[in-house]
């Protein structure tokens, strides 16, 4: 396996999966990003995935499909907060003026030690959070609900087995 990159993992997880739509994001030397539509569900996700060579690094972002609303992302990222809390893996985050929601999660790695599966395990997780957790998100963007009623909605609808 020497001279195998980060990069080629990535490339043949791709491959496996028969991801079409992949684009190159321009990237510095030694940083490698791709961007595709990744469907989980009935959802499609914009997934990210970033990997810095020289450091040894894979970072997956998995955006939802939809955004935060202004006056509402506070009480979002107060649930994100009491969901991160209990994620071994990853992080739910709105981030930019866009207020995009995402899922991030970020790991050392090696390529004589990354498998195109652990990719498929963190983009899997992510969608599967989203696909947890998007009863709650939409009570909070748009039905009004607290941050803390809705993590209580959650365990009363039995969505919480990942997530609380």
Not at 14 to 41: C, K, L, M, Q, T
Not at 51 to 71: D, K, Q, T, W
Not at 79 to 85: D, H, I, S, T, Y
Request: glycine residues 8%; aromatic residues 10%.
């Amino acid at each position: 396996m020497a001279g195998k990159a980060l990069k080629d993992v990535v490339d043949a997880w791709v491959a496996r999966e028969e991801i079409r739509g992949v684009r190159e994001i321009d990237r510095p030397d030694g940083e490698y990003s791709i961007a595709f539509d990744y469907n989980i569900g009935d959802q499609t996700f914009e997934v990210f995935v970033d990997v810095e060579e020289e450091i040894g690094f894979l970072s997956v972002y998995v955006y939802a499909p939809i955004r935060a609303l202004e006056s509402r992302v506070d009480e979002l990222i107060r649930l994100f907060n009491r969901k991160n809390g209990h994620l071994r893996v990853g992080s739910l985050e709105v981030v930019g003026e866009r207020r995009s929601i995402r899922y991030r999660a970020s790991m050392p790695a090696r390529p004589d030690a990354l498998l195109p599966d652990d990719i498929e395990r963190l983009v899997q997780l992510g969608g599967d959070l989203f696909h947890d957790a998007f009863p709650q998100m939409m009570a909070v963007l748009f039905g009004s609900v607290s941050a803390h009623d809705a993590g209580e909605m959650g365990k009363a609808y039995g969505r919480d087995q990942m997530l609380n």
